[in-house]
């Protein structure tokens, strides 16, 4: 009789896989990989039992009652698709064309963005991100990205993982809160012509501080005179000044040179976090066909098609005149409430009131890990050990208390 199973496979090996025995495990050189340091305040915050509890961590927009709601546009739009939406057939590598066509000038302004520029959807900004960075490494392995600090921790994970070689200059110094310009100008002067830059487009995370537009000239000046190759990241348009202003350095970028990219992210102004909602859009006038051909090729390995319920409703909303009016509409709502904590904080205290010249959701407070935790403790404030902090966390009635428990915790001056 035969020592093999009918399906050609010995017994005893087969009875050895399934047991373990002692092979090696193919994951044996994995090490434990710590949680995204907000996750866990997530938790904490909901099982504080205590009445009066400040959630400044995760950075999504709230309104005055703590939630994040649905853009009324958004519900709009998707009553829309349920009633004439035909298929959920796949829609190809590059996405919802429509919804690229339109997003276009919201970003570029008419007239900017040209035939030399390739669309592609991406499941949210991350997704543009990983996409562009993945682009980059392609083309030249290794590639060098300046990025300032601090920034978005996501950041330097991303571009690590693609393979780009991470190097950081100071950005912005949360004790004189002050936009390290001079450091940031000296950095793009010593990059190496095709090196990449990772410039915030606009609403910085975690500063809140954005380049003037004298600065953003001087951004153009060095990035044009050394060489290198921009990649934007607008995750918060609208959220800062408006639509277009909050555009006008990533125009001025773009308008300037013959290579860039620019990842954009809808879910923060459309409200469609869960709907991973995004776009990466590439510049290049010498070889568009090739980068083109390269993008789609790598977004095919990355996620082969794009989601696309959140580009839909993107869609919709932006080709009826009545849904846009009411995004731009409830977009200035956000935008007028983020400003108005930004003005009562810097009202509360002097030690504050850098926050009032600063935008977006974001400020990164000068507070050491135990003064963080001490908040946390003590006072039921909480926020990443950073010290930044999400605006749309407070409300009128939180800046007192707030301002109260960051007393307690720091030197700042009583008003």
């Not at 939630?67 to 546009?73: I, L």
């Not at 989601?307 to 709502?333: F, M, N, T, Y």
């Not at 908040?375 to 301002?403: E, Q």
Request: aromatic share 6%; glycine share 10%.
């Amino acid at each position: 009789m035969s020592d093999l199973s009918r399906d050609g496979v010995a017994p005893r090996t087969l009875s050895r896989a399934c047991e373990g025995g002692d092979a090696a495990s193919a994951f044996e050189q994995l090490s434990l990989q710590p949680p995204d340091a907000l996750l866990p305040l997530i938790k904490a915050f909901r099982r504080d039992p205590r009445p009066i509890r400040i959630d400044l961590g995760v950075g999504v927009y709230r309104d005055e009652a703590g939630e994040t709601p649905v853009f009324a546009c958004v519900k709009a739009a998707e009553l829309r698709l349920v009633e004439t939406q035909q298929t959920k057939a796949y829609l190809g590598p590059e996405g919802d064309l429509g919804f690229l066509d339109l997003l276009t000038p919201v970003i570029f302004g008419h007239g900017t963005a040209g035939a030399d520029v390739i669309a592609v959807q991406t499941p949210g900004g991350t997704g543009a991100l990983r996409l562009a960075a993945e682009l980059a490494n392609a083309a030249r392995p290794g590639a060098r990205i300046w990025l300032g600090a601090p920034s978005w921790p996501i950041h330097r994970q991303i571009f690590a993982a693609a393979g780009l070689d991470v190097v950081n200059f100071r950005h912005f110094d949360p004790s004189s809160q002050t936009l390290m310009f001079d450091d940031m100008v000296a950095a793009l002067q010593g990059a190496a012509r095709g090196d990449l830059v990772l410039l915030h487009g606009c609403c910085h995370n975690p500063s809140g501080a954005d380049p003037s537009p004298a600065q953003w000239a001087a951004v153009v000046e060095a990035i044009v005179g050394r060489g290198l190759v921009p990649l934007i990241d607008l995750a918060y348009q609208g959220l800062g000044t408006g639509l277009d202003t909050d555009a006008q350095g990533l125009r001025a970028v773009f308008e300037a040179v013959d290579e860039a990219m620019v990842a954009y992210s809808c879910d923060k102004n459309f409200g469609l976090y869960r709907e991973r909602t995004g776009a990466l859009f590439v510049r290049s006038r010498r070889r568009s066909e090739i980068v083109r051909s390269n993008v789609l090729a790598l977004a095919r390995c990355l996620w082969s098609m794009p989601p696309d319920h959140g580009a839909a409703v993107v869609r919709l909303v932006l080709q009826s005149p009545e849904l846009r009016s009411g995004w731009e509409g409830e977009l200035g709502a956000m935008r007028q409430r983020l400003g108005g904590m930004r003005v009562a904080l810097a009202e509360a205290d002097p030690g504050l009131a850098p926050l009032r010249d600063q935008v977006g959701l974001f400020a990164n407070l000068p507070l050491t890990g135990d003064q963080v935790e001490t908040l946390r403790r003590d006072h039921a404030i909480y926020m990443a050990a950073s010290g930044r902090i999400n605006l749309a966390g407070l409300t009128p009635g939180l800046i007192r208390p707030f301002v109260k428990a960051l007393r307690a915790v720091t030197a700042m001056e009583a008003a």
